[in-house]
């Protein structure tokens, strides 16, 4: 069964600085999709940012962006120029490419942003 | 709908009582998801419904827990029995295919309180 762990419980960061928050997964699979998710105090999963395991390419979208290191089965997400907006709990997530369905997901970071 | 609708907001209930939960895909969304999250807690599957049949329905707990899903639509989630440990909050989510590549809508979650 695949686990992701998310080593870091809380992270704080000063407004318009740059932070990153770890991600490790365990697979034997070779083609998944990882993910970030964001959670605000309205509970609501929003998705920033998602990776397809076969790209090399880090995705990026806006401030966000990942580093991928497939070997080291590695997904941290960097979020640059950070602000008051982005404070919140993050949870990464994995999918397989088939078969099992269901997101599987790390215990979660809860990001503080001081002003 | 234009989100995922999730019923109630918040429920309170006596040990012992069943209760039901509720939760109203967007239209046309094929694959539906439940989820549980505990306090402090990253998102533990509970069933996936592909349609209104359930091919994965390995992340309930007990069978105290059941899921039904009518007309490829709504789905309710009951719990019989409560127990002080299903307090948490019940987590929707659903998606226009089962494969990859469609992102998932969350729904704001029900937040189950066993006094």
């Known amino acids: 069964a695949q686990t992701v762990t998310q080593s870091q419980p809380e992270m704080s960061v000063q407004e318009a600085e740059t932070v990153t928050l770890s991600c490790t997964y365990d697979t034997s699979e070779s083609d998944y999709y990882l993910f970030w998710y964001k959670q605000p105090p309205s509970r609501q999963m929003i998705l920033v940012i998602r990776q397809e395991a076969y790209k090399q390419q880090n995705a990026t979208e806006n401030r966000f962006s990942v580093n991928f290191q497939k070997a080291a089965k590695s997904f941290s997400l960097k979020i640059s120029d950070s602000q008051l907006g982005d404070a919140a709990m993050y949870f990464c997530?994995?999918?397989?490419?088939?078969?099992?369905?269901?997101?599987?997901f790390g215990q979660g970071t809860r990001l503080t942003i001081n002003p | 709908g234009a989100g995922v609708s999730q019923s109630p907001s918040n429920k309170v209930t006596e040990k012992g009582k069943d209760v039901e939960l509720r939760c109203d895909p967007i239209?046309?969304?094929?694959?539906l998801y439940w989820y549980r999250q505990s306090l402090g807690q990253g998102l533990e599957f509970l069933i996936y419904?592909?349609?209104?049949?359930?091919?994965?329905k390995s992340g309930l707990p007990s069978d105290r827990f059941s899921a039904e899903r009518t007309g490829g639509s709504v789905s309710t989630l009951t719990i019989q029995r409560t127990q002080q440990e299903d307090s948490a909050v019940y987590l929707c989510a659903s998606s226009r295919n089962n494969g990859p590549n469609y992102g998932y809508t969350f729904g704001s979650g029900t937040r189950l309180t066993v006094v």
């Open positions: 997530a994995y999918r397989s490419a088939g078969g099992a369905q269901k997101l599987v």
């Open positions: 419904f592909q349609g209104n049949s359930a091919p994965d």
């Open positions: 239209s046309g969304h094929t694959a």
